[in-house]
């Protein structure tokens, strides 16, 4: 019979083993201290509880020094970085103490062994031994305390990540945790906690989106993260369907965290860099509520999509005159090659204007191209030369309608640059100017625009933002397109 099957014959829970181990670890941790000191008698043990003190306020501040050699030991997780190092000065420092107390004590015993009377020595060995008892019971209270910090520590973050699937150690920290807290020791540990405020936000900010993986989006949306959003790496691991669905599912925080996608964004230092930057306090607010007190101010920021519909009626409604044919080459920009279009503003004053054609708009361009190619193949054959493809032209096309891949007279020129998402000259296709990077500037309620095209070409302008909507005015986008209408 497992050790967990005889616990649940008798009922016994998570919480009622972890009170009951924490209760036995605290008098077994005084009784061996305790009878160790009897042993060691009372100078060995108190050059070792000098030692164990001066271990326990140094472990923290000497860590620094011994963490670039924790990557050389071959431990690339950076929880190494933060858990060893202190563990390693404090076993030194102890075991150092611990190394003095041995000549010390020898000192002693050769001063009372042959410098004083029998009856005199056997009252100090008696002496030493009862001193040592108590110096081995001040070292258990530190180390119990000490024990109980780690658990006050580790267990703050576990319980908020710890469900069914974690494993048994994790599930008994976070019952020990839970235990301290309702034990009323969790005060007095407080009152020692060297853990910085941050620590406990960011646990806070890790259990909020273990519990609640629906967040992602919202994340994804902070502000601050817009551009992170925007890199490869992110985008690869938030459309991973085993990873989404481990989380979905509450798997242990060990697998998410351990899976290597997410490893190489802790390690990536870039990354890194972003998220210290960001406030903890104001990110949970927002995932929270919806609203940050850092950002709110500035409605531009944030992802918007073009409302088709919206900008469509304003295009009509501030170019009143405009012909049945040139409403309907609007009706076509803006529905069909517009119609993905969004724009992201973030906190650096910076935005981008993305234009990602729909599958239509992309039809349109192929049918578009075949016309051409047909009418110059068509125009050199007439005028008795031998068709030649434009350079730059898509290979299939060219085959189609000049008989080979890319090139003249069946020679592989170098590889052209791509062409642009909307070729120039193209029958029925619309011309316009819109997607590239810029530069956003507060101007009162309004924010002026600089707008730096694929092109290179330069637009400037302004717009208006409210909670959900985006009123941009950019000149020479398109023929009777000045303004283009947003929302979230």
């Known amino acids: 019979m497992s050790t967990a099957t005889f616990f649940r014959a008798f009922g016994a829970t998570t919480a009622t083993i972890a009170s009951m181990l924490t209760w036995l670890i605290v008098i077994a941790v005084f009784g061996l201290l305790g009878l160790a000191g009897y042993y060691r008698g009372a100078v060995r043990a108190g050059v070792s509880f000098v030692g164990l003190v001066l271990a326990a306020f140094l472990a923290l501040p000497l860590a620094p020094t011994l963490r670039p050699l924790v990557p050389k030991l071959g431990l690339t997780n950076q929880l190494w970085w933060f858990v060893l190092p202190p563990v390693a000065v404090f076993i030194l420092i102890v075991l150092i103490f611990a190394i003095i107390g041995l000549p010390v004590h020898h000192k002693v015993a050769l001063y009372y062994k042959y410098n004083t009377d029998d009856h005199t020595r056997i009252r100090w060995e008696r002496l030493n031994q009862r001193l040592g008892v108590c110096i081995g019971m001040l070292e258990a209270t530190i180390y119990c305390l000490m024990l109980g910090l780690v658990f006050y520590v580790a267990g703050y973050p576990a319980v908020q990540t710890t469900g069914d699937e974690s494993p048994a150690w994790q599930r008994l920290i976070a019952s020990v945790r839970k235990e301290i807290q309702a034990s009323g020791l969790d005060k007095s540990l407080a009152s020692l906690d060297p853990m910085k405020e941050n620590y ?8 909020l989106l273990y519990q609640n993986p629906v967040l992602l989006e919202r994340l994804l949306n902070y502000p601050a993260f817009l551009a992170l959003g925007e890199r490869d790496d992110i985008k690869d691991l938030v459309n991973d369907v085993e990873f989404l669905n481990a989380w979905q599912t509450k798997a242990p925080i060990l697998n998410l965290i351990n899976h290597p996608k997410v490893q190489n964004l802790i390690n990536n230092a870039e990354v ?3 998220v210290s930057q960001v406030d903890l306090k104001d990110l949970i607010q927002y995932l929270s509520t919806g ?12 992802r918007w999509i073009l409302d088709v519909s919206a900008t469509f009626t304003l295009a009509r409604k501030e170019n009143p005159d405009m012909s049945a044919q040139e409403m309907a080459k ?10 993905k279009t969004t724009l992201m503003a973030t906190p650096d004053n910076k935005f981008r204007v993305k234009v990602e054609l729909t599958e239509q708009a992309n039809r349109m361009i192929e049918t578009a191209k075949a016309a051409a190619a047909a009418a110059a193949a068509a125009a050199q054959a007439a005028a008795g030369e031998t068709p030649q493809p434009p350079m730059g032209m898509d290979p299939r096309i060219a085959e189609r309608y000049f008989g080979r891949g890319r090139g003249a007279r069946g020679a592989q020129p170098e590889e052209q640059p791509r062409p642009a998402a909307v070729p120039t000259d193209l029958p029925g296709i619309p011309q316009f100017s819109l997607a590239g990077e810029g530069t956003w500037e507060r101007d009162g309620s309004r924010y002026k625009l600089s707008l730096t095209d694929a092109k290179n070409q330069s637009h400037s302008g302004t717009c208006t ?18 303004t283009l209408v947003f929302v979230r």
């Open 200 to 207: 406990y936000l960011a646990s806070d900010l890790i259990g």
């Open 465 to 482: 933002a409210d909670e959900d909507r985006l009123v941009a005015k950019l000149e020479r986008i398109a023929p009777n397109l000045q």
């Open 330 to 339: 609007l009706k076509t920009l803006v529905g069909v090659f517009l119609a």
């Open 272 to 274: 890194a860099n972003e």
């Open 291 to 302: 609203r940050s007190a850092r950002y709110d101010e500035e409605k531009i920021l944030g």
